[in-house]
């Protein structure tokens, strides 16, 4: 690719010739992303997906995340207004339920074992099926987040990457003021201000999580809209709004894929350390990181005691193995797509 | 352009957005409908009703949104940021009470994140392919992944409970620059500096593999130089220049998790103060370290840019 | 000790309580995406504030038991701390029905345990929440405290609040839960500790009370358990770890405990209390009550000025309001108050309630030299005139008088039987910084605090530690303590505190607290979760002192919105609070069940015979689902509920 082309996608920052730090990739010599195959939009799916299926890492990424969702859901029933949606319950008892009111034999702080699998919590309930229950949370929240984030900054990135000009000046100067706040002390104060919960949650994050995205598709857009097929399109008369999204946004689509699937984990971690911070979900829900708040006086035992270290560990563990399962996908994707190395270094903090 | 006009107008172009950034800090405040001085301040229990009325009075509640923007703006670039409702001081002396704490573990972080980082980033790109390769990407990929907060429980409970190894407390009575202290900070700087360390060596080792496949490498190898000498003195530069580029935007990552660590391990930084004004409802002292966190992460960035433009030679100017 | 008591007695109890409850199917509650089913016949919701984990777990243990009755659908909804004071003191909340729980600390006054509960006047403040508006009540409040026969019968009193203690038995307004047990951990370098009820004076209690014969003093080289005054060292250093930061070094404008037990290092009042609440003569080298006068606020009436009131409601006035005319409705627009200056005027006249003398110690040096004079007291009270202090200031006192150097009069405003403890509840300022603005009295705003007390403020870094160095010149010490009237303890009890330096460090973290003591950086705290405090009982190496306190919790039901005006219902949720288990299984033995509402400290003026009491209450408080369950048939069949 021509140097013109790179540099011309950081608007307004330093241009650099003949090295671009944020493209640099191992790139295989066999890699077909050049602007010539562009169109090709479904041959090239296909041979991504090929490609995703011969990397081992990824696989078990994506088994993990696809495991640790179907546990979740199939933790608890769910009932929706009155009607059973799901009617499975891996749990063996709901979330809530304070186990000593039923069986005097257990108490709180109970040690893993057949019938608890991850022990006791500080107020007896059952730790297994608040870690698998908890995921609901998390996760969900991970992939309405995104969703959410990645749509808007779709639509937002490729207005001012199409349009340009006076358009893109204004919306890229929000992009950057945006991006001078780390996203955990922003989605802090939005918490504080709305309160604690799950669609505050969500809003906490999406609110400005876009700007990512739509930085990205920008960039890519400026590259996109020089091609011949889309000035072809122009030529012939095709409306703005039809180019943007029958054109641009597909070829768009392979970084902002990758990038989701890493910013996933990065909400998760997120929420969590709301959570942890005492501003995420209400105290005793079975979020991870409110959980891991819970317990986190466990830790420093009085002399004679011993860490519970269930109570820790576990949601601690499951938070890390949904994060990591998430990023072995996103690397993966990364390396199917030959998308160029993004977003996972750019929040974090949590 | 020269250096210094690019310079010039690097710094005049973060005018703009440190307006944007002073709009959104007052616009999170406002984001619920109705008085922000009910929502948030009417429930701390040390508002009297005069501190209230004296607030409205400040802000103008009455006026539209946009004048009352004015009237905090106002007060704030003649360095008024108000006072704590509780004790009645000045968020200001807060600020500059916390702010050399949180450096120093910024600083820790850093340092920890870059010791880490560059060795193990040159060495996997070096051994490209091979199992070393594979198990420093894991590390850094499990580095990114795993919860600053769980990490620094974790290192208290090995290091300072079970090894007693360190304190648990941090040393309150010497400065930052004494030995105990640095000591003190290093479970907090590596918990902090972990997520820097592995994004810092993925960057190093794909920009490192990029340099090696280089012209100029080839030609240095041909001529007989030894390896040694080419990735220390050639490749090492040259990749370099990308750390410093992601420098900026981990800053903002080591900002936040500057919050969350500041509070596992007690330590007294403006990130466990933003959290104590938030459940103290210390709206003044909220909106100011917003502010405050936004202008120095500009800072951070336009210093980053500058470094870089002096570093790198080859770049030309906007 | 209580401690003892405590596992004697809860083995046993435990499993009986769990057995009641028995076996039953699945229970849910709020915050968990719920699943409720909806057919109980009533719904209640339980609030709380998110940020006390017990109290969370104890509602939800209450949830979990009206659940598994069958009649009860719950929902738990939680708040932040501030936004739930500002909730539940809101008037209005009152009328939405739903059942708070909040935490009071009651003090050795027995109205702190059902005044601030159930009178209609604390409706809207502290902590009548759901707005009891009971005139028979309160006018049984009134009856025990306020008036000329029980100020002189004590005993007059304690049957009266016999009487208050039945009836809400009765009417059961309000389900108190338990009686908090207050514990301190230290590391056996220290000696000679033992604890006080009210938690921000645990430390300069501990120090030196000669009231108790209570003195505390470090040694390295033997266990608490083995030494005994004879083994006394002077010096040292005690390292304290304090919960919270304190926010203010200025006695009439704080309120937290932190604050208060930075402040009662150095700050001394004219009376001091023992352990049981006796009280004892300090500051003051004698005080004596002078007058009653059989009066009630009405009398005041012709010293009155009318102001007008604010749109608030309140009177707009700068003066401090000592009384407000009690007939006068800010609606119309204006009402009469009572002002200090007229309240001397009241008092030239010789209107008032009761006159106390108190003689004032002579040779009392403050920290800066002054020594103490009948002026002093004084100037502390119009320092506490509209102060942060200012209600429960002059709820009761009326005017303060120098009569002599040394003589000073404190007046109250209606006989009142605790007008002896709550008037010269003042922290006495020195003249130096009895005019410094409010707030203004803190070594962060330049004032160190000058006290007349044991030990010398020395230096504090915010939100790090507070260091305070023994006062060399301590009036005790210059005394000599067997000069003290009153003290008849063993003679080598020393004449002051013989601990050197006090550092409070200040680690808002539990467990960081805990492992602090552990690692040998600080050698005594206070506040460890309950799941922390029977491992350092049983180590050598750690000792706990504990004590029931002031501080209790409770629910509150909303007996002006159907069906709770009902009292069966009441009385039937009342049944279903698993005190029990919540002390057990919560608390984990740290707490007593309320089985009466009034605990140990509060006896001695609150009741003629705690056991009898407990013997005729208890039945009321135990939990008892089947009891509760023709209670609820009952009210279900005359309400038509199903």
């Given at each position: 690719?021509?140097?013109?082309?790179?540099?011309?996608?950081?608007?307004?920052?330093?241009?650099?010739?003949?090295f671009?730090?944020?493209?640099?990739?191992?790139?295989?010599?066999?890699?077909?992303w050049?602007e010539?195959?562009?169109?090709?939009?479904?041959?090239?799916?296909?041979?991504?997906?090929t490609?995703?299926?011969r990397?081992?890492?990824?696989l078990?990424?994506?088994?993990?995340?696809?495991?640790?969702?179907?546990?979740?859901?199939?933790?608890?029933?769910?009932?929706?207004?009155?009607?059973?949606?799901q009617?499975?319950?891996?749990?063996?008892?709901?979330?809530?339920?304070?186990?000593?009111?039923?069986?005097?034999?257990?108490?709180?702080?109970?040690?893993?074992?057949?019938?608890?699998?991850?022990?006791?919590?500080?107020?007896?309930?059952d730790?297994?099926?608040?870690?698998?229950?908890?995921?609901?949370?998390?996760?969900?929240?991970?992939?309405?987040?995104?969703?959410?984030?990645?749509?808007?900054?779709?639509?937002?990135?490729?207005?001012?990457g199409?349009?340009?000009?006076?358009?893109?000046?204004?919306?890229?100067?929000?992009?950057?003021?945006?991006?001078?706040?780390?996203?955990?002390?922003?989605?802090l104060?939005?918490?504080?201000?709305?309160?604690?919960?799950?669609?505050?949650?969500?809003?906490?994050?999406?609110?400005?999580?876009?700007?990512?995205?739509?930085?990205?598709?920008?960039?890519?857009?400026?590259?996109?809209?020089?091609?011949?097929?889309?000035?072809a399109?122009?030529?012939?008369?095709?409306?703005?709004?039809?180019?943007?999204?029958?054109?641009?946004?597909?070829?768009?689509?392979?970084?902002?894929?990758?990038?989701a699937?890493?910013?996933?984990?990065?909400?998760?971690?997120?929420?969590?350390?709301?959570?942890?911070?005492?501003?995420?979900?209400?105290?005793?829900?079975?979020?991870?990181?409110?959980?891991?708040?819970?317990?986190?006086?466990?830790?420093?035992?009085?002399?004679?005691?011993?860490?519970?270290?269930?109570?820790?560990?576990?949601?601690?563990?499951a938070?890390f193995l949904?994060?990591?399962?998430?990023n072995?996908?996103?690397?993966?994707?990364?390396?199917?797509?030959?998308?160029?190395?993004?977003?996972?270094?750019?929040?974090?903090?949590? | 352009?020269?250096?210094?006009?690019?310079?010039?107008?690097?710094i005049?172009?973060?005018?703009?957005?440190?307006f944007?950034?002073?709009?959104?800090?007052?616009?999170?405040?406002?984001?619920?409908?109705?008085?922000?001085?009910?929502?948030?301040?009417?429930?701390?229990?040390?508002?009297?009703?005069?501190?209230?009325?004296?607030?409205?009075?400040?802000?103008?509640?009455?006026?539209?949104?946009?004048?009352?923007?004015?009237?905090w703006?106002?007060?704030?670039?003649?360095?008024?940021?108000?006072?704590?409702?509780?004790?009645?001081?000045?968020?200001?002396?807060?600020?500059?009470?916390?702010?050399?704490?949180?450096?120093?573990?910024?600083?820790?972080?850093?340092?920890?994140?870059?010791?880490?980082?560059?060795?193990?980033?040159?060495?996997?790109?070096?051994?490209?392919?091979?199992?070393?390769?594979?198990?420093?990407?894991?590390?850094?990929?499990?580095?990114?992944?795993?919860?600053?907060?769980?990490l620094?429980?974790?290192?208290?409970?090995?290091?300072?409970?079970?090894?007693?190894l360190?304190?648990?407390?941090?040393?309150?009575?010497?400065?930052?620059?004494?030995?105990?202290?640095?000591?003190?900070?290093?479970?907090?700087?590596?918990?902090?500096?972990?997520?820097?360390a592995?994004?810092?060596?993925?960057?190093?080792?794909?920009?490192?593999?990029?340099?090696?496949?280089?012209?100029?490498?080839?030609?240095a190898?041909?001529?007989?130089?030894?390896?040694?000498?080419?990735?220390?003195?050639?490749?090492?530069?040259?990749?370099?220049i990308?750390?410093?580029?992601?420098?900026a935007?981990?800053?903002?990552?080591?900002?936040?998790?500057?919050?969350?660590?500041?509070?596992?391990?007690?330590?007294?930084?403006l990130?466990?103060?933003?959290?104590?004004?938030?459940?103290?409802?210390?709206?003044?002292?909220?909106?100011?370290?917003?502010?405050?966190?936004?202008?120095?992460?500009?800072?951070?960035?336009?210093?980053?840019?500058?470094?870089?433009?002096?570093?790198?030679?080859r770049?030309?100017?906007? | 000790?209580?401690?003892?008591?405590?596992?004697?007695?809860?083995?046993?109890?435990?499993?009986?309580?769990?057995?009641?409850?028995?076996?039953?199917?699945?229970?849910?509650?709020?915050?968990?995406?719920?699943?409720?089913?909806?057919d109980?016949?009533?719904?209640i919701?339980?609030?709380?504030?998110?940020?006390?984990?017990?109290?969370?777990?104890?509602?939800?243990?209450?949830?979990?038991?009206?659940?598994e009755?069958?009649?009860?659908?719950?929902?738990?909804?939680?708040?932040e701390?501030?936004?739930?004071?500002?909730?539940?003191?809101?008037?209005?909340?009152?009328?939405?029905?739903?059942?708070?729980?909040?935490?009071?600390?009651?003090?050795?006054?027995?109205?702190?345990?059902?005044?601030?509960?159930?009178?209609?006047?604390n409706?809207?403040?502290?902590?009548?929440?759901?707005?009891?508006n009971?005139?028979?009540?309160?006018?049984?409040?009134?009856?025990?405290?306020?008036?000329?026969?029980?100020?002189?019968?004590?005993d007059?009193?304690?049957?009266?609040?016999?009487?208050?203690?039945?009836?809400?038995?009765?009417?059961?307004?309000?389900?108190?839960?338990?009686f908090?047990?207050?514990?301190?951990?230290?590391?056996?370098d220290?000696?000679?500790?033992?604890?006080?009820?009210?938690?921000?004076?645990?430390?300069?209690?501990?120090?030196?009370?000669?009231?108790?014969?209570?003195?505390m003093?470090?040694?390295?080289?033997?266990?608490?358990?083995?030494?005994?005054?004879?083994?006394?060292q002077?010096?040292?250093?005690?390292?304290?770890?304090?919960?919270?930061?304190p926010?203010?070094?200025?006695?009439?404008?704080?309120?937290?405990?932190?604050?208060?037990?930075?402040?009662?290092?150095?700050?001394?009042?004219?009376?001091?209390?023992?352990?049981?609440?006796?009280?004892?003569?300090?500051?003051?080298?004698?005080?004596?009550?002078?007058?009653?006068?059989?009066?009630?606020?009405?009398?005041?009436?012709?010293?009155?000025?009318?102001?007008?009131?604010?749109?608030?409601?309140?009177?707009?006035?700068?003066?401090?309001?000592i009384?407000?005319?009690?007939?006068d409705?800010?609606?119309?627009?204006?009402?009469r108050?009572?002002?200090?200056?007229?309240?001397?005027?009241?008092?030239?006249?010789g209107?008032?309630?009761?006159?106390?003398?108190?003689?004032?110690?002579?040779?009392?040096?403050?920290?800066?030299?002054?020594?103490?004079?009948?002026?002093?007291?004084?100037?502390?009270?119009?320092r506490?005139?509209?102060?942060?202090?200012?209600?429960?200031?002059?709820?009761?006192?009326?005017?303060?008088?120098?009569?002599?150097?040394?003589?000073?009069?404190?007046?109250?405003?209606?006989?009142?039987?605790?007008?002896?403890r709550?008037?010269?509840?003042?922290?006495?300022?020195?003249?130096?910084?009895?005019?410094?603005e409010?707030?203004?009295?803190?070594?962060?705003?330049?004032?160190?605090?000058?006290?007349?007390?044991?030990?010398?403020?020395?230096?504090?870094s915010?939100?790090?530690?507070?260091?305070?160095?023994?006062?060399?010149?301590?009036?005790?010490?210059?005394?000599?303590?067997?000069?003290?009237?009153?003290?008849?303890?063993?003679?080598?009890?020393p004449?002051?505190?013989?601990?050197?330096?006090?550092?409070?460090?200040?680690?808002?973290?539990?467990?960081?607290?805990?492992?602090?003591?552990?690692?040998?950086?600080?050698?005594?705290?206070?506040?460890?979760?309950?799941?922390?405090?029977?491992g350092?009982?049983?180590?050598?190496?750690?000792?706990?002192?504990?004590?029931e306190?002031?501080g209790?919790?409770?629910?509150?039901?909303?007996?002006?919105v159907?069906?709770w005006?009902?009292?069966?219902?009441?009385?039937?949720?009342?049944?279903?609070?698993p005190?029990?288990?919540?002390?057990?299984?919560?608390?984990?033995?740290w707490?007593?069940?309320?089985?009466?509402?009034?605990?140990e400290?509060?006896?001695?003026?609150?009741?003629?015979?705690?056991?009898a009491?407990?013997?005729r209450?208890?039945?009321?408080?135990?939990?008892?689902p089947e009891?509760?369950?023709?209670?609820?048939?009952?009210?279900?069949?005359?309400?038509?509920?199903?």
């Amino acid at each position: 690719m021509t140097n013109e082309r790179t540099t011309s996608t950081e608007r307004g920052r330093i241009r650099i010739s003949g090295f671009d730090p944020e493209r640099v990739t191992e790139r295989e010599p066999l890699s077909g992303w050049t602007e010539e195959t562009g169109g090709e939009t479904q041959s090239r799916w296909k041979r991504a997906f090929t490609r995703f299926k011969r990397n081992r890492t990824a696989l078990i990424g994506l088994s993990v995340v696809g495991l640790l969702t179907l546990l979740t859901v199939f933790a608890r029933p769910i009932v929706i207004m009155g009607v059973t949606v799901q009617p499975f319950g891996l749990a063996p008892h709901d979330p809530g339920t304070i186990l000593y009111m039923q069986d005097p034999s257990i108490s709180t702080w109970d040690a893993p074992s057949w019938a608890h699998p991850m022990g006791v919590d500080g107020n007896g309930r059952d730790m297994f099926s608040r870690v698998l229950y908890g995921g609901r949370y998390s996760i969900s929240i991970g992939f309405v987040v995104v969703a959410l984030t990645a749509s808007f900054g779709l639509i937002y990135g490729a207005i001012s990457g199409y349009y340009g000009g006076w358009t893109d000046e204004i919306m890229m100067r929000v992009v950057d003021t945006i991006y001078a706040f780390p996203g955990l002390i922003l989605a802090l104060i939005v918490i504080a201000t709305l309160g604690r919960g799950y669609w505050q949650l969500v809003l906490a994050f999406s609110l400005f999580g876009w700007v990512t995205y739509g930085r990205l598709i920008r960039g890519e857009v400026l590259k996109i809209k020089e091609n011949e097929y889309v000035l072809a399109a122009k030529a012939l008369g095709a409306r703005d709004r039809s180019i943007i999204f029958r054109h641009i946004a597909p070829n768009a689509m392979p970084p902002l894929i990758v990038l989701a699937s890493l910013n996933i984990g990065t909400v998760v971690i997120g929420v969590a350390a709301l959570g942890f911070l005492g501003l995420g979900m209400p105290p005793g829900s079975a979020e991870w990181g409110t959980m891991l708040d819970q317990t986190r006086d466990t830790l420093i035992q009085p002399p004679g005691g011993s860490i519970p270290w269930w109570a820790t560990v576990y949601p601690g563990a499951a938070i890390f193995l949904f994060v990591m399962a998430m990023n072995m996908i996103g690397d993966g994707i990364n390396d199917a797509l030959d998308a160029q190395e993004t977003g996972v270094e750019q929040q974090g903090g949590g | 352009m020269s250096l210094r006009r690019f310079i010039l107008k690097r710094i005049l172009s973060i005018i703009p957005i440190l307006f944007g950034v002073s709009l959104i800090t007052f616009a999170l405040v406002h984001l619920t409908p109705g008085d922000p001085i009910d929502q948030m301040v009417g429930v701390n229990p040390h508002v009297t009703a005069s501190d209230e009325a004296q607030l409205r009075d400040r802000y103008g509640l009455n006026r539209p949104l946009w004048e009352q923007y004015g009237v905090w703006m106002g007060n704030v670039l003649t360095g008024d940021f108000g006072q704590v409702y509780s004790n009645g001081r000045d968020v200001s002396a807060v600020i500059m009470m916390r702010l050399p704490e949180t450096i120093a573990l910024g600083i820790f972080g850093w340092v920890f994140g870059l010791a880490i980082a560059i060795p193990t980033g040159i060495y996997a790109a070096v051994k490209k392919g091979q199992l070393a390769d594979d198990a420093s990407r894991f590390i850094a990929l499990s580095g990114i992944s795993i919860p600053n907060f769980w990490l620094g429980l974790m290192l208290i409970l090995i290091g300072a409970v079970t090894l007693s190894l360190w304190p648990v407390l941090p040393p309150s009575r010497q400065p930052l620059y004494h030995p105990y202290m640095l000591w003190y900070l290093v479970l907090p700087g590596i918990t902090i500096g972990t997520a820097a360390a592995a994004s810092i060596m993925r960057v190093m080792r794909t920009s490192m593999a990029e340099e090696l496949n280089k012209e100029y490498v080839t030609a240095a190898r041909a001529k007989g130089l030894p390896e040694q000498t080419v990735i220390l003195k050639h490749v090492l530069r040259n990749s370099l220049i990308s750390v410093v580029t992601l420098a900026a935007t981990l800053t903002a990552s080591i900002v936040a998790g500057s919050v969350v660590v500041e509070v596992v391990f007690n330590w007294p930084g403006l990130g466990r103060e933003l959290i104590n004004a938030i459940n103290g409802r210390e709206i003044n002292l909220i909106m100011a370290i917003t502010l405050f966190t936004g202008v120095f992460i500009i800072i951070a960035n336009l210093i980053a840019d500058i470094l870089y433009a002096v570093l790198d030679p080859r770049i030309r100017y906007d | 000790m209580v401690r003892n008591t405590k596992q004697s007695r809860s083995e046993i109890k435990r499993r009986r309580v769990l057995q009641g409850i028995g076996a039953a199917g699945a229970i849910s509650i709020a915050g968990c995406l719920g699943d409720s089913d909806g057919d109980a016949p009533f719904d209640i919701q339980l609030e709380v504030n998110s940020d006390n984990d017990d109290r969370v777990q104890m509602v939800e243990l209450i949830a979990s038991s009206l659940e598994e009755s069958g009649y009860f659908n719950t929902e738990i909804e939680d708040y932040e701390w501030n936004d739930y004071v500002a909730r539940v003191m809101d008037p209005a909340y009152a009328e939405d029905g739903f059942v708070p729980c909040i935490g009071l600390s009651g003090t050795f006054n027995p109205e702190s345990f059902c005044q601030a509960l159930h009178h209609s006047e604390n409706h809207g403040q502290c902590c009548n929440l759901n707005g009891i508006n009971d005139s028979e009540l309160d006018d049984m409040l009134d009856d025990a405290r306020y008036g000329v026969d029980v100020v002189e019968d004590p005993d007059l009193r304690r049957e009266r609040y016999d009487e208050i203690w039945e009836y809400l038995a009765e009417e059961r307004y309000s389900s108190i839960t338990h009686f908090d047990l207050d514990a301190a951990v230290m590391n056996t370098d220290v000696h000679g500790f033992s604890m006080f009820p009210f938690s921000e004076s645990i430390f300069s209690y501990g120090l030196f009370s000669p009231q108790d014969e209570q003195v505390m003093w470090m040694d390295e080289d033997a266990h608490p358990d083995d030494t005994d005054l004879s083994d006394l060292q002077e010096g040292g250093t005690l390292r304290i770890g304090a919960a919270e930061n304190p926010d203010s070094f200025d006695p009439p404008y704080s309120t937290d405990t932190t604050s208060t037990m930075a402040q009662v290092f150095g700050f001394e009042q004219l009376l001091t209390s023992d352990r049981d609440g006796n009280l004892y003569p300090w500051l003051a080298e004698s005080y004596e009550l002078v007058e009653t006068q059989d009066i009630d606020r009405l009398a005041y009436e012709d010293y009155m000025d009318e102001v007008d009131v604010d749109e608030d409601g309140l009177p707009d006035t700068d003066e401090q309001i000592i009384i407000q005319h009690p007939e006068d409705d800010p609606a119309d627009g204006s009402v009469r108050v009572l002002t200090p200056a007229e309240a001397a005027d009241a008092v030239d006249d010789g209107v008032f309630g009761m006159q106390f003398r108190y003689e004032i110690r002579e040779g009392v040096e403050f920290h800066n030299g002054e020594e103490l004079t009948a002026e002093h007291v004084v100037a502390t009270v119009e320092r506490y005139e509209n102060s942060d202090l200012s209600a429960q200031t002059f709820d009761s006192l009326l005017h303060a008088r120098e009569v002599d150097e040394y003589t000073v009069d404190l007046y109250a405003q209606v006989p009142d039987a605790e007008a002896e403890r709550e008037l010269p509840g003042l922290y006495i300022h020195s003249l130096e910084q009895a005019d410094l603005e409010g707030n203004d009295l803190d070594p962060r705003e330049g004032n160190d605090p000058i006290g007349t007390g044991p030990y010398v403020f020395e230096e504090i870094s915010d939100e790090q530690y507070v260091e305070y160095s023994r006062n060399e010149n301590y009036w005790v010490t210059e005394l000599g303590v067997e000069q003290i009237d009153w003290f008849d303890g063993p003679s080598e009890f020393p004449d002051g505190p013989v601990i050197d330096e006090i550092e409070v460090e200040i680690v808002p973290d539990n467990s960081t607290r805990s492992a602090a003591l552990q690692s040998d950086e600080i050698d005594i705290t206070y506040g460890l979760t309950t799941d922390d405090l029977d491992g350092y009982d049983e180590s050598n190496d750690y000792v706990v002192r504990s004590i029931e306190a002031g501080g209790y919790e409770y629910i509150q039901y909303p007996a002006n919105v159907e069906p709770w005006d009902d009292d069966r219902l009441r009385r039937a949720v009342n049944l279903l609070v698993p005190r029990e288990s919540i002390v057990e299984n919560v608390l984990n033995g740290w707490a007593r069940p309320a089985w009466t509402d009034i605990p140990e400290l509060a006896e001695e003026n609150g009741t003629v015979d705690a056991a009898a009491l407990e013997d005729r209450i208890r039945p009321y408080n135990e939990y008892d689902p089947e009891r509760a369950e023709e209670l609820l048939e009952e009210v279900i069949e005359d309400h038509d509920l199903d």
